[in-house]
């Protein structure tokens, strides 16, 4: 089958409404009927949309790259124009754990509100944002993040726990380096 055709056949398949959204392989999509995809998305191989529940909205001309693991069970926001490398993880969802007698297994889950990445963020190889983070617009989340709070608008983080080390400056209209 052309590459056309199977990506006009996945998009009906996983019920997606949005238009010329290209698939590669081996993709592991689960309750497509609670995801929305916008246009001129990208899903690269192996990425992995894991719905339990909830519900994730991607938005247009976004970037899943290979091996991106989705795990939703509350809400997942991904905006428009999003960069994800490969091997990104997001989450909106921890394990419950604080009754000691009972096992972390049989405690469900605990959410922390929906998980929000602003538009026009480009998101570094092997990051991952935990739940209920909001990333602001335009930010860099560097290679390896952990990114456990929420980001401002205009700021490049890293490490683990990631901390801001750049910003859009508005006054001076540059980027400028942020010390603790
Ligand atoms: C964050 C990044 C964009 C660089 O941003 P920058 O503003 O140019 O940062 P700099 O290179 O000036 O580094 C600033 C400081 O952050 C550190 N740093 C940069 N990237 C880092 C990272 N990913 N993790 C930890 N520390 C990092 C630098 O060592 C430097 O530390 P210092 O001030 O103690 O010397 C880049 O390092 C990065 O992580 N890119 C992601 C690459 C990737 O995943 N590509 C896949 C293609 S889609």
């Known amino acids: 089958m052309c590459h056309k055709l199977r990506n006009k056949f996945l998009t009906k398949w996983y019920g997606f409404k949005g238009k010329n959204i290209r698939f590669r392989f081996h993709l592991d999509i689960h309750r497509g009927q ?27 001309r976004v970037v899943i790259g290979k091996m991106n693991r989705i795990g939703c069970q509350n809400h997942i926001i991904i905006e428009d124009d ?25 405690q469900g889950m605990r959410f922390k509100g929906p998980t929000i990445i602003g538009r026009e963020t480009w998101i570094g190889m092997f990051a991952q944002v935990m739940a209920g983070v ?9 290679a390896g993040c952990i990114v456990t ?23 001076k209209s540059e980027w400028v380096k942020v010390n603790d």
Do not use: Q, W
Not at 134 to 142: A, E, N
């Open 134 to 142: 909001k990333v602001g617009k335009h930010c860099v989340i560097g």
């Open 82 to 106: 999003v960069i994800m490398a490969p091997h990104v993880h997001i989450t909106d969802r921890d394990h419950e754990f604080r009754d000691i007698n009972t096992s972390i297994l049989k």
């Open 149 to 171: 709070k929420d980001i401002p608008d205009y700021c490049v983080v890293v490490g683990n726990p990631a901390k801001i080390i750049r910003k859009y400056d508005e006054i």
């Open 34 to 60: 609670d995801i929305s995809v916008g246009d001129d998305v990208f899903i690269d191989d192996y990425a992995e949309f894991y719905v339990v529940g909830g519900k994730l909205e991607i938005g247009n």
